[in-house]
Nanobody
């Protein structure tokens, strides 16, 4: 099992930036990939981005491509989500998640592909 702790959320004006962090501890050596998801008020949780620990392949939702960047620091067992040009519609609770066994990149966009989840961090973008 992997324990995940998100940080870096907060309140920012539209057009601003935030960087979220997700620190993983526990059996991280068994983890294949990490993902970020978000849940906006009144909406379902949706995929944002994912990255594999080995090779660093990245995947993004269309809504964040060109604005968000996912990265990882293997030595620190930490995954980051750099969010630029934020919009009010990016307001949500952001969650990181860990996937153990290797799967195709397309499947990393599916919530049920993940084994462990963090508690979430709130991001609020004001207009």
């Amino acid at each position: 099992q992997v324990q995940l702790v998100e940080s870096g959320g907060g309140l920012v004006q539209a057009g601003g930036s935030l960087r979220l962090s997700c620190a993983a501890s526990g059996r991280t050596s068994n983890s294949h990939a990490m993902g970020w998801f978000r849940r906006a008020p009144g909406k379902e949780r949706e995929f944002v981005a994912a990255i594999t620990w080995s090779g660093g392949s990245t995947y993004y939702a269309d809504s964040v491509k060109g604005r968000f960047t996912i990265s990882r620091d293997n030595a620190k067992n930490t995954v980051y989500l750099q969010m630029n040009s934020l919009k009010p519609e990016d307001t949500a609770v952001y969650y990181c998640a860990a996937r153990y066994a290797p799967i195709t990149g397309q499947r990393l966009g599916v919530m049920s592909s993940y084994n462990d989840w963090g508690q979430g961090t709130q991001v609020t973008v004001s207009s």
